[in-house]
Structure formats: structure tokens, C-alpha cells
């Protein structure tokens, strides 16, 4: 593989930039979801007691137990850390010079002290997937002390490279297993996304259009994105270039069309990042073979192109052969289309997963074997000097040692595909991966595992009332569907949790969503910060005296319909009866979710707030009415601009 210092920082810029929507979108959500008059209150998860903090911190490891001292409870402490967060991702944007372990370990630790509290709201594969690439990026990033200089390429980054690559492997050809071993009909059917694009928790414009295209193009896409996610990844580790670039446009061509056809918040640009790891510095317009004669360039060249590309044609042969073959894809020439179907059985597949799963762990202990000794003798034959030299292979070695132990814990989530391979790992690794968990450095992936909304999205909305008798007024949600002519919105990178909440909701029951009755008292009680989430309220003089909530069956209308409306819909059942804010009480009592105010008593003096309270507590009054995206958009757009000036 070729030089990667562009590469390298191309990335450490993508997650900066990544950890910033993060940071701001959550921001903008926290007294709504977190807040004392929230929904799930944060307060709860960190109970006072007489415990010293660092105990606490020891048991639940979160910079929120700490924020006392200056003056700041939970909510205002959530506020203070993404605030810092965000600040600190801006630095790392702007300056190359700032982009060293130290900025992206506090990142990291930021983030991992509001997962700490965030409950339901916080608890989705991209927050584990942030966290597990934010900790890799820390070994990615270099120790930079000296900010007058310039931060120098080091021989191990390769390793760390393919940290990153191994974890792209792990999230894309488990994505792929897990949606046949689900056995969902959809996906061994090769329908899923006849359903994909109406039943995904908020579609954009142009999933109303995918959605309209013919059943054939639909099924080739779904072998198409078999192929993406389970062949295409064996190439990340490829020694030839054309294939691991070939690799990566067909990651990114996926990635991009799913940020085209659906609301995924940051979740596709992580990934979209983690790509990154297969690219070099010649990608970037970098050349790395100018210090060859033109003699020994011209033979290597010819030598190693005739060579590449021929593997790349027999590889790229081979792979058109395999998908015509196991999935019987024939050119229907009366009709003109491309008919496609599953050619091999459930036990089949099970069985190749079975024998595969082997061959995935040796293939990577070998790759990141090659990587190591590689970058050894990159130490040995390109530093100059003992001592450069002896510096550049103790670095080395540390590095490779805790690669070797990223690698080892992370064959736990990535056997969980076949419980073959997950009983045959060692004890020890087991217990290794164990005694990490606490801090999630590593997590198991499958995305989009079954499909939902078959024969039409489950939607839930909620009406309140102040006589049942006299009818019943919707609440309008910022994002997900509910007026039938209102357009989907594009909201990425933002993530609205509580509209992503009510899809999830819609897929069971109240009973198990609790916080979904913490949302209907909060709604009874007129409260604003919850009022906030929600983009119409019809009930603004007073709140309402009843709530219910119903669900609905919801999908696209056609092309041709007479209808300018975007959705149509029939009514399913009752999804929560009628309530009112009595009835409520013993429950919300229970849950703790309203805070007792302790009245000052009199001549009692009242602290005041500090400086780190006031700070906060000023900037939320100053920004927090704007809208996650709008938020987003006004730091990100100057922050890209000022990076081509430092």
C-alpha cells in the first residue's frame, strides 16, 4: 500500500467533522429528552447518594458525575459536554495542527459520558459505531505535543489503517449475513426493497420516486447490495490497488444512495469515512513514486500494472460469474428486463457461513500479520540513524500491541453470525472481550436485519382532546410521517431521537416503550421542552385534557394517483386508550420523572450560579431554539470554509 499521511488526515477531518453533528444534534434535543421536564429524565440514571463520586465514576464511568463541582446538574451538564464537544470538533476541523490523540481521546470520552445516560434515545448501532471507530481513531491520530509543528507521518499508522478496514469488513459482511440468517422472507425473496423505501423510519423525496421503479430493478438491487456488503469486502485487504479502490466506489456508491433515499442521521458518513481507509495518497493527487529512476519506474510499472490488471479482470469475471450463478440472473430480451432469484437453499447458506467464518479470522490474522511486519521494515530500512530507528520500532511495537488486542476482542461480535465460530472462540478471548465491555470498544453489526412495513409502515399518531365528544386533534412530529400531503424532509446529519423513537414504538406496543407514557404525561402537562420535539401542537392556550393514540397502516401513493398527497393510510387498531393526566399519576410517581422542587426556607440563602452555569446556561438561551439541521448547517458550512485557511 502506498503513503498515507493525506489519507490519514483526510480522515481524522471526517471524524472531527462527524463528531460535530453528533454533538449539536444531540444538543439541540437534550431539555426535551433529558431535561428535568423531559421525557427520560438523565437525572435518573445518575441517583444521588453518599458514595464518593469517584466510586460512582468507577462503576459508571461519565464526566457527568464530576460536573458538580463547578456549579452544573445533569441536564446542564449534558448541555456543557456537547457544548465542549463541539467546540473541540470545530478546533480539530480547522486546524491540522490540532487533530493528535489527545483532542480525539477527549471527543471520545465526551461522547461515551452522554451515551452513559442517553437510555433508549442513545442506544443505536451508529452511537456504538461512533464510540468503536472514535477509540480507533485515537490510536490513529498521532501524539502531537509541539503545535508549531507539523505532524509527521509515522511507520505504524498502516496498523491502525487497518484497525479501521477490519472494522469496515466487520460492519459490512455482517450487514449482509444477518439479513438472510434472519430468514426474513423479504430478503431471501429478494423484495425487500419493494418495502424498503415507504417502511424506513424517515424516507427523503426521492425514496417516494425509488419506490415507484419496476419490481425487476428493485430485486437486482437487492443482489447488488448482497454483493456490496458480503463480496466486495474480501477486497479491502487486496495488495492490488484496482481492487481495493474498486472496493470502495462500491461502498460509497451504496452509502450515497442510502443518504439519498433515507434520513440516517451520521450513521452512512461514518461509514463513508471508514472507507477512507482504502484509499492512499495517490488517490488523493499525490505522487509516490517520484523518487524512482524512469528506468526502474517504467519496468516496475509495466511489470505491476500487466499484473493487476489481470488478477483484476479474473477477480472481476469471477465475481459477474458467482452472482449469475447463485442468484440465476437472466436477460429477459421480450419484456426487457433482468430476472433475478436466490439460487441456493437456507441450509446452504448457513453451511458456507459455517465454513466461512474460519477463513475470515485467518485471513485477517494474516493480513494484519503482513501490516505489522511491514511497518517493521519500513522502520529498519527507511529511518536513518540507531536511535530513529530504535524510536520508530518501540513505537511500532506498542502500537501492534494494542492491535493485536483490538483484533482478538473483536472476534467475539464478529462470530456472533455463526454459533459455530462464536463457542469455538477461546475462553479467554471471551473473557477479554468481557472485561471490556464497559467501556464499548467494540459492538456486533447488522443492519436493516428484517424488514418491517410489509404491506404498509406502522405509524402512530397521537390526538389530544379537551371532550372526547367533540372531536380530536393530531399531534404534528418534525420529521416522520403524519399529514398525509406533507412532504418528506432531508434531515441528515441531524438525528430527531424522539421521531426515530416513535417508529420503534410503532413496531410494538406502549407496554414496551415506557417512555412513550412518560411522553403522553408530559403532554397532558403542557410541557415545553417536550412541546419543542414536536413541530405542531394544536392545543397552544392550554393542554389538552385527554391523549390517545392510534395506528395507522401508511403507504406511498402511485404515480398517477389524482392525489397530490405523498401517503395514504387506513386505520390498524388502537395503539393506547384514551388517558387523562389522573389516571397517569401512580405511574409517573413511580417512574420518579417528576422532580420534587425544594422550596428555599426562609432567611436560607441560595447559592449562586457559578461561572460554568452561566456560560450555559447563555449560550442554550441563545441557540437552543434553533432547529438541529439549521444548527448544524451554521457551524459546520464556516468551519469547512476556515479550513482551507490554516
Keep these: 500500500m502506498g503513503k498515507i499521511a493525506l489519507t490519514k488526515d483526510a480522515l481524522l477531518w471526517c471524524m472531527s467533522s462527524i463528531y460535530l453533528f453528533a454533538f449539536v444534534s444531540l444538543y439541540s434535543q437534550i431539555p426535551g429528552l433529558y431535561g428535568d421536564n423531559g421525557i427520560l429524565p438523565a437525572r435518573l440514571v445518575l441517583p444521588v447518594d453518599s458514595k464518593p463520586e469517584l466510586k460512582k465514576f468507577q462503576h459508571q464511568p461519565t464526566l457527568l458525575w464530576l460536573l458538580p463541582a463547578i456549579g452544573l446538574d445533569v441536564p446542564n451538564g449534558m448541555d456543557f459536554i456537547c457544548i465542549l464537544g463541539a467546540a473541540i470538533s470545530l478546533i480539530c476541523m480547522i486546524s491540522r ?8 481521546a477527549a471527543l471520545w470520552f465526551l461522547y461515551f ?39 509527521v507521518c509515522r511507520h505504524h499508522d498502516s496498523i491502525m489503517m487497518w484497525l479501521m478496514k477490519w472494522l469496515l469488513f466487520r460492519l459490512m459482511f455482517a450487514s449482509g449475513v444477518v439479513k438472510l440468517t434472519s430468514m426474513c422472507p423479504t430478503w431471501w425473496g429478494l423484495t ?23 419490481e425487476w430493478f428493485q430485486r437486482l438491487s437487492v443482489v447488488m447490495t448482497y454483493v456490496i456488503e458480503m463480496a466486495l469486502p474480501f477486497l479491502f485487504f487486496s495488495p492490488i490497488r484496482n481492487l481495493r479502490l474498486f472496493a470502495f466506489f462500491g461502498q460509497v456508491l451504496l452509502q450515497v444512495l442510502i443518504i439519498l433515499t433515507g434520513n440516517y442521521n451520521f450513521f452512512n458518513l461514518l461509514t463513508i469515512a471508514l472507507c477512507i481507509s482504502l484509499l492512499d495518497d495517490q488517490f488523493l493527487g499525490r505522487n509516490n513514486n517520484k523518487n524512482l529512476s524512469a528506468n526502474q519506474s517504467s519496468l ?3 511489470l505491476m500494472s500487466r499484473l493487476s490488471t489481470t488478477i483484476s479482470l479474473v477477480t472481476y469475471a469471477g465475481m ?26 437456507s441450509d446452504e447458506f448457513f453451511e458456507a457461513i459455517q465454513v466461512a467464518m474460519p477463513y475470515t479470522i485467518g485471513f485477517g490474522i494474516a493480513s494484519l500479520a503482513l501490516e505489522v511486519l511491514s511497518a517493521l521494515w519500513r522502520c529498519l530500512s527507511e529511518d536513518s540513524g540507531f536511535f530513529n530507528k530504535l524510536w520508530s520500532l518501540f513505537q511500532c511495537l506498542i502500537m501492534t500491541f494494542a492491535a493485536v488486542g483490538m483484533f482478538t476482542i473483536s472476534l467475539v461480535p464478529h462470530c456472533v453470525v455463526d454459533r459455530t465460530a462464536y463457542h469455538n472462540l477461546w475462553p479467554e478471548i471471551h473473557k477479554m472481550k468481557e472485561s471490556t465491555d464497559f467501556l464499548h470498544l467494540t459492538h456486533s453489526y447488522g443492519l436493516f436485519r428484517r424488514m418491517t412495513g410489509v404491506g404498509g409502515r406502522p405509524e402512530v399518531i397521537i390526538e389530544g382532546s379537551y371532550y372526547p365528544e367533540s372531536g380530536w386533534k393530531p399531534y404534528e412530529f418534525m420529521y416522520k410521517p403524519g399529514n398525509l400531503s406533507a412532504m418528506p424532509p432531508f434531515v441528515a446529519p441531524h438525528q430527531p431521537r424522539l421521531d426515530w423513537q416513535m417508529w420503534f414504538a410503532a413496531l410494538g406496543s406502549y407496554e414496551h416503550n415506557k417512555w412513550f407514557v412518560n411522553l403522553i404525561y408530559r403532554l397532558l402537562d403542557g410541557q415545553q421542552e417536550v412541546l419543542d420535539l414536536i413541530a405542531h401542537n394544536p392545543f397552544e392556550n392550554k393542554p389538552p385534557k385527554y391523549v390517545r393514540a392510534k395506528l395507522y397502516h401508511y403507504s406511498y401513493t402511485k404515480f398517477g394517483d389524482t392525489s397530490a398527497d405523498w401517503w395514504k393510510r387506513r386505520n390498524a387498531r388502537e395503539y393506547l386508550p384514551t388517558v387523562d393526566k389522573d389516571s397517569l399519576m401512580d405511574y ?12 428555599p426556607k426562609k432567611g436560607e440563602v441560595t447559592e449562586e450560579p457559578t461561572l460554568a452555569k452561566e456560560i450555559t446556561v447563555q449560550i442554550r438561551e441563545l441557540i437552543g431554539h434553533l432547529p438541529g439541521p439549521t444548527l448544524i448547517c451554521s457551524l459546520f458550512i464556516p468551519a469547512v470554509i476556515m479550513s482551507y485557511f490554516f
Aim: proline share 5%; net charge positive; aromatic share 18%.
Design 300 to 302: 516496475m510499472s509495466r
Design 588 to 599: 409517573v410517581r413511580k417512574s420518579g420523572i417528576i422532580k420534587k422542587v425544594k422550596k
Design 320 to 345: 459477474v460469474y458467482a452472482m449469475v450463478k447463485y442468484f440465476k440472473i437472466t436477460i429477459n430480451t421480450k419484456q426487457y428486463t433482468v430476472e433475478s432469484e436466490i439460487a441456493f437453499t
Design 192 to 214: 425487500a426493497l419493494d418495502w424498503h423505501y415507504e417502511s424506513q423510519c424517515i424516507p427523503t423525496p426521492l425514496a417516494w420516486y425509488a419506490h415507484q421503479l419496476p
Design 97 to 104: 495542527r490540532m487533530r493528535d490523540a489527545f483532542m480525539f
Design 113 to 151: 459520558s452522554v451515551y452513559q445516560v442517553g437510555q433508549t434515545f442513545l442506544w443505536f448501532q451508529w452511537d456504538i459505531l461512533l464510540l468503536e471507530t472514535g477509540f480507533l481513531t485515537i490510536l490513529l491520530a498521532p501524539m502531537h505535543l509541539f503545535k508549531w509543528r507539523d505532524p
